[in-house]
């Protein structure tokens, strides 16, 4: 069982940059792909960004030369950069983890952004 903690929301403004960080328990934070998803009011969840075992990264385009998703496997540690920030970028961004040889998936609690002047 892995739990995800998540860290760093809050308020910004348009231009703003954040950092989520998105603690994992257990010992097997290295062989886990991690992603952020967010969910904004009225809408679906989405992928915004992952990060692979072995460092691969995808984003979605909206947000692609703003965010950046890293990892700490020594702090068993995800990490979201953002820059440039927008009022569209506002939602509930959740950590997500997948154990992919045993197709185990793990979520955070979530965490609000909101981007506003």
């Known amino acids: 069982q892995v739990q995800l903690v998540e860290s760093g929301g809050g308020l910004a403004e348009p231009g703003g940059s954040l950092r989520l960080s998105c603690v994992a328990s257990?010992?097997?934070?290295?062989?886990?792909?991690m992603g952020w998803y967010r969910q904004a009011p009225g809408k679906q969840r989405e992928l915004v960004t992952r990060i692979f075992a072995n460092g691969g990264t995808t984003y979605r385009d909206s947000v692609k030369g703003r965010f950046t998703i890293s990892r700490d496997n020594a702090e068993k540690t995800a990490y979201l950069q953002m820059h440039s920030l927008k009022p569209e970028d506002t939602a509930v961004y959740y950590c997500?983890?997948?154990?992919?040889?045993?197709?185990?998936?793990?979520w955070g609690q979530g965490i609000q952004v909101t981007v506003s002047s």
């Open positions: 997500h983890a997948r154990h992919y040889v045993f197709n185990l998936e793990y």
């Open positions: 257990g010992d097997s934070f290295s062989h886990l792909g």
